[in-house]
């Protein structure tokens, strides 16, 4: 089934046009991969999944995005809403300074759980669906911005799932870390996937082709190609989705 | 003729020194005078006394709580102006022509001679608005005078908090005001408070905008229409009507090392948060 789908989606920074008439759908609980060289807009069709880009000035945008077939940029749409089903990590880590139990709770106190016990037993469930339980029950006070810096990514996915979204979107979540780091991302990933549709935007190819079931090549603005992780790595329809993944060109 | 590079190297290497060095000494020559004179007269009768002979006797106790109150006063009535308009500023309208006009009305503002912040308090509040010489002419006034700096600081403190943070209190579902309230105004929180040390000392150290609106009266203040005498003032009447030297240095010691305590606290407060914030 579709979680998220995609129909003719055109998007310009003031005169630039960044997306050019994009078709995808993004399908439930797997983990589809957006990779293309720097600049292709990757990133801009993330953000345009949860409307972060309503935030920049001078953006236009048309066509329709579907999420659970209600096109998300029609008038009556609460935004404040939609981000809280279709949630986003960032590249970079991004903790609040705060500690690591104020970070986790920060959407859910925003979204009105204020139940002490409620908050508890959220964190200690969010926690563990991230991986971190065990590194942070005692640290549950630690400032959250001096942690490793995978520990802070990890953070800021508990962050995340504890406002229990449907679809998790990463831009680059992994760009930011060493091998070994992104290894432990990437098994994480995997373990959410289990519940969440993950959308995941990655410049490293073999990081899209471990990890993702379904991939979009774009370039310049377009989707290229999509289908399957195994069919576009091992035998794409496209010349340029070929000479990428070979890297001849990116 | 022209001097060897490091020759003039060398001159203007002691120049500078000097400069920097007579800017130290009079700093602290100032300092250092008045609370010579001022510091033998401190005792605690001093403070906690009421004056005597218009002030020539007695204590100081009044004026400073005169001083206190009407900073208060200005102080409780601009925090939420200022802050309230640097959020607007800075989150809610774009950077534009309107920002730049009402931030150079500000700059003004902060230019503008505290006399004449005096005089106008005294023709719209105590005279046109009838509320006489009184601690809410005075700390209306004071509040006007200082809503510049507190303006300036809060927008300078919540540029500093990172747009990332904004970015994820919004794609966790939080509103504009949510992420104002629970992300920018408590990082900010060290900026603003700086900027209203700052505007204590200013509130607390005016003499001019004070003398025109809030009165000098010597009696401890039952209401917020009554007037009073501040530490500053106290020291102007006692020192230019001659009535004695001797209690005005006095006055004068209390007010220095009040503000200075209050601008090492800002500094204090500066340093120690924007060191653990980044
Ligand atoms: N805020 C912006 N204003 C104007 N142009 C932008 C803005 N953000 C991105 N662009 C442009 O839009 C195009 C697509 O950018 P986008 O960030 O989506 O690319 P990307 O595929 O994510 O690249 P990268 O792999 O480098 O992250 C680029 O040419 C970029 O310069
Ligand atoms: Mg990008």
Known sequence: MNTIEVKNLNFYYGNFQALKDIGIAFQEKIITALIGPSGCGKSTLLRCLNRMNDLIEGVKISGEVDFKDKNIYSKNIDVVELRRHVGMVFQRPNPFPLSVFDNVVYGLKVHGVTQAFRLEEIVERSLKATGLWDEMKDKLNSIATELPLEQQQRLCMARLVAIEPEVILMDEPCSALDPIATAKIEELMFELKKKYTIVIVTHNMQQAARVSDCCGFMLLGELIEFGTTSKIFTSPDNQKTQDYITGRFG | ?278
């Open chain 2, 1 to 278: 003729m022209r001097l060897n590079p490091k020759t003039s190297q060398k001159i203007m290497r002691i120049v500078l020194g000097i400069a920097t060095g007579l800017t130290i000494f009079i700093l602290l020559f100032i300092i250092v005078f008045m609370l010579s004179k001022g510091i033998p007269v401190l005792n605690w009768e001093f403070l906690s006394n009421f004056p005597a002979k218009m002030g020539k006797a007695g204590g100081i106790l009044p004026t400073i709580i005169g001083t206190f109150v009407l900073t208060l006063v200005a102080i409780v009535i601009a925090t939420p102006l200022g802050v309230g308009a640097a959020v607007y500023l800075t989150e809610y309208i774009r950077e534009g022509k309107i920002t730049k006009i009402i931030r150079f009305g500000a700059e003004s503002l902060a230019g503008i001679p505290s006399i004449i912040f005096g005089l106008f308090g005294f023709i719209l509040f105590v005279v046109t608005l009838k509320m006489g010489w009184s601690i809410l002419s005075g700390g209306l006034t004071l509040a006007f005078m200082i809503l510049p700096t507190i303006i300036r600081t809060s927008e300078e403190a919540i540029k500093t908090v990172p747009y990332s943070y904004r970015e994820v209190s919004f794609s966790l579902g939080a509103t504009k005001w949510e992420t104002i309230k629970k992300v920018v105004l408590p990082n900010a929180l060290p900026g603003i408070v700086t900027g209203i040390i700052l505007g204590i000392g200013r509130s607390v150290g005016e003499t001019a905008a004070v003398i025109f609106t809030a009165g000098s009266s010597l009696r401890l203040p039952s209401s917020l229409f009554d007037s009073v005498r501040t530490m500053s003032v106290h020291f102007y009447i006692l020192s230019r009507e001659g009535i004695s030297m001797k209690n005005a240095c006095g006055t004068a010691a209390v007010l220095v090392i009040f503000i200075l305590a209050m601008n090492l606290t800002a500094y204090w407060i500066m340093h120690k948060f924007t060191k653990r914030n980044l």
